[in-house]
């Protein structure tokens, strides 16, 4: 059992999940300092800030270069930095001093799983010093190997000065639940989003009930409380009773107040595409009783939120537009007392070009039955592509449970003989390359005796105006039940003649780590336009049991909490319909469906599909998302 630190939110975001997980770690109050001088060219001292006690195994390297001995201040030296499982960790080190300090390093050996070097690409770390961050889930002795350089990118003299820097992980023992952070009272607006959150300290694995003024709410069972638009009914005090074997315990009270609403906006910003070099404008229109202030943001993939500068009107012109300006918009609205964020408003710009470079799929699948991810090829010639089944690495990764032993089959729509199937990734032929492949694409390394699954193969399409649809079978290889998550990836680029055009996955859709998140990846300089679906309703008229009776979808820029595009129920409307024959998405046979549908155009970035069912419904769904072809 291990001592887990829970303070858990909702994540959507299937590739660069693990990394805004990491950034969000908090470090471990202690630390200690280590410094010392390497007697060689590259003449520096050693500091390091290491969570714990630290350990730099520098025997070797004394007898190398004659370095000066040792200073640890405090403690001893020699001794590991210390780490417990479940138990957030943070440490480091750099290379400082005269004549010049480190500007990259050299990282090899092991890192525990559960942490991961920040900034790592490759081997290498580019940066002034190293940190190691995250939560580690396996006991053990980890030694993780350095050499510093002087230049960027292990240039200019340096590289002959190996060191070590051990982390030493134990078990934890148990423990009843104890609150570390309680959840915080909120004054908010009428219509706004509240977030309630805990964190605590317990093993074994505890479980979460949320109660509004002493009473249970219903599907309130994580450690965060989400109420997506709060109304006077939803005014009280808030409490949340933690419990596991050893003992429970319940959070001091969280008043919720709402705030008399002063502004209303009107006419939100609206999304517009625009020709390059032409000017755009968004706009925004509100109402108070009281004079208005407007402050207009962006945020942009690899960006993130950024203040538009002297942009304080309710008019945002852009001039000459260009790739640079393709983001998310919206307009702060305040009177001194009260703000409002108005809705997102997308900017894109016509001509470029883009590719679907990668989906990913993260579901729960039961006993005896699989996960279904499924895509289609368009074009001609063959296209390479990498396929991959997590459900080992995934407990790296802190998410339970994982499946433990997944086995993928690549199956040609419409047919019902696999392609390929592969059980254990380092049996494939060329599993060298495979591994080589994957990390230029910027995946997750697979442990090398871990049982994932994963393939790189080729795949030939039939011609130009043709495509080629294939399933993606994902299943556990003793029949248990565990969460898995299914990747493709695209290599070939934007010159490849073939393209992936549409993207699926059906399963199993619950609550929180259970909910089906599929995602996507827009590659390029260019946008494009997508029809996106959830859905539930129709799939029962295909003989499909236990489907979810009412889902709704939301778009969520990679790593983000907000939402881009939503729909609840999709309406019937003509536009829609359009979509569907261009697409070759099969038809809704009622318009009154409660299947939820948008058609959206994204610019180039990472998105994920989150779905989730009216009044915390559950069920078997199809989540589809298909590029709209334009003429």
């Known amino acids: 059992m291990t001592l887990l630190y829970l303070n858990l939110r909702r994540f959507h975001l299937p590739v660069a999940l693990l990394i805004v997980l990491l950034q969000r770690m908090p470090l471990l109050p202690t630390a200690i300092t280590a410094e010392f001088v390497l007697g060689t060219g590259v003449g520096s001292v050693l500091k390091g800030v290491l969570a714990g006690s630290a350990v730099m195994l520098l025997e070797p390297l004394h007898a190398q270069t004659g370095a000066t001995p040792v200073r640890l201040d405090p403690g001893p030296r020699g001794l590991p930095a210390k780490a417990t499982v479940g138990v957030p960790f943070g440490g480091g080190f750099a290379i400082v001093g005269a004549p010049a300090g480190a500007q990259s390093y050299e990282i090899t050996g092991q890192i525990p799983p559960g942490l991961s070097v920040l900034n790592l690409n490759g081997d290498t770390v580019n940066g002034v010093s190293v940190s190691i961050l995250g939560t580690p889930t396996l006991a053990g002795e980890y030694v993780l190997q350095a050499r510093a350089w002087r230049g960027l990118n292990k240039t200019l003299d340096g590289g002959g000065l190996p060191f070590d820097y051990t982390i030493e992980v134990t078990e934890a023992p148990d423990a009843a639940p104890s609150i570390s952070s309680q959840p915080a009272s909120l004054t908010v607006l009428d219509g706004s989003a509240v977030v309630f959150s805990v964190t605590a300290l317990a093993n074994p694995l505890p479980t979460f009930q949320w109660r509004k003024d002493g009473i249970n709410l219903n599907g309130a069972t994580e450690a965060t409380l989400n109420i997506s638009s709060v109304t006077s009914d939803d005014t009280g005090n808030y409490t949340v009773v933690i419990n596991n074997a050893l003992g429970r315990v319940t959070s001091a009270p969280a008043t919720l107040t709402i705030a008399g609403a002063a502004i209303t906006i009107t006419s939100p910003p609206a999304s517009i595409d625009v020709e390059s070099g032409t000017t755009g404008m968004l706009s925004v229109t509100a109402l108070a009783a009281t004079p208005l202030r407007f402050q207009w943001f962006r945020y942009r993939t690899g960006e993130g939120l950024r203040i538009l500068s002297g942009e304080t009107l309710p008019t945002l012109n852009l001039a000459s537009v260009g790739e640079s300006d393709m983001g998310f918009y919206f307009a702060r609205v305040t009177d001194g007392n009260e703000t409002v964020d108005s809705e997102i408003a997308i900017v894109t710009v016509t001509g470029g070009s883009s590719r679907l470079a990668n989906l990913s799929t993260r579901g729960s699948v039961p006993a005896g039955g699989e996960l279904t991810p499924g895509f289609v090829l368009r074009g001609d010639g063959s296209k390479n592509l990498v396929i991959r089944a997590i459900g080992p690495e995934l407990a790296d990764f802190g998410v339970t449970p994982a499946m433990a032993d997944p086995t993928l089959a690549l199956v040609p729509l419409g047919g019902s ?6 059980d254990n990734w380092e049996d494939a032929v060329n599993s060298n390359q495979l591994a080589s492949t994957s990390r230029t694409l910027g995946a997750f390394p697979l442990d090398g005796e871990s049982l994932d699954a994963a393939v790189l193969t080729s795949v030939s399409l039939p011609n130009a105006a043709g495509s080629k649809g294939f399933t993606v079978q994902i299943t556990s290889k ?17 010159g490849s003649s073939a393209q992936l055009t549409n993207i699926s996955a059906r399963g199993f859709s619950g609550l929180g780590a259970d909910v089906l998140a599929p995602g996507f990846v827009i590659d390029g300089d260019g946008a494009k336009t997508m029809l996106i679906r959830v859905v539930g309703p129709t799939l029962a008229g295909f003989g499909v049991p236990g489907t979810m009776t009412d889902p709704r979808l939301e778009v969520i820029p990679g790593g983000q909490t907000f939402s881009i595009a939503s729909n609840d129920n999709w309406g019937g409307t003509a536009a829609l319909k359009a979509a569907f024959q261009t697409t070759g998405a099969f038809a809704f046979p009622d318009d009154a469906s409660l299947d939820a549908v948008v058609v959206v155009r994204l610019p180039p970035g990472s998105y994920t599909v989150r779905p989730a069912g009216a009044d915390d419904g559950t069920g ?12």
């Open 620 to 631: 078997v769904i199809l989540v589809e998302a298909y590029e709209v072809l334009t003429p």
């Open 478 to 494: 003793s029949g248990a039940a565990g969460i898995a998550l299914a990747e493709v990836y695209d290599p070939d680029g934007t």
């Open 417 to 422: 003989t696999p392609s390929l199937i592969n």
